[in-house]
């Protein structure tokens, strides 16, 4: 049975830090490109950071450059998500999704792939951050 399972949410003050976890199963996750989405009530979900299979080219939007920063343990068959010095606008339900044979950038993935193009979608975890 393939999963993708997101973990590691939680609510912290501002400046915090949390580290999400996505963990797959029943499939070769190797070999799939992952984002990290994420979506607040009453907006589309927005790609915030992507990574290749290998893991070697990553993106982040320019609203959580130099505060997230995106990994994957592909013997592990997991990817993070560490988010330092969150803020408020960072709340929001994050997802990670996965697709296969994206021969595009990760900026690409993030910015220009439709969500209907990816194979696996998590079921979210939920992140708040107030004082």
């Known amino acids: 049975q393939v999963r993708l399972v997101e973990s590691g949410g939680g609510s912290v003050q501002p400046g915090g830090s949390l580290r999400l976890s996505c963990i797959a199963s029943g499939f070769s996750f190797h070999d799939y490109a992952i984002g990290w989405f994420r979506q607040t009530p009453g907006k589309a979900r927005e790609g915030m950071s992507c990574i290749d299979s290998s893991g070697s080219d990553t993106y982040y939007r320019d609203s959580v450059k130099g505060r997230f920063t995106i990994s994957r343990d592909n013997a592990k068959n997991t990817v993070f998500l560490q988010m330092d010095g969150l803020k408020p606008e960072d709340a929001a339900t994050y997802y990670c999704?996965?697709?296969?044979?994206?021969?595009?950038?990760?900026?690409?993935?993030?910015?220009?792939?439709?969500?209907?193009?990816?194979?696996?979608w998590g079921q979210g975890t939920q992140v708040s951050v107030s004082s």
């Open positions: 999704a996965a697709m296969l044979r994206w021969i595009d950038t990760a900026e690409g993935l993030c910015t220009f792939a439709r969500e209907y193009e990816f194979d696996y």
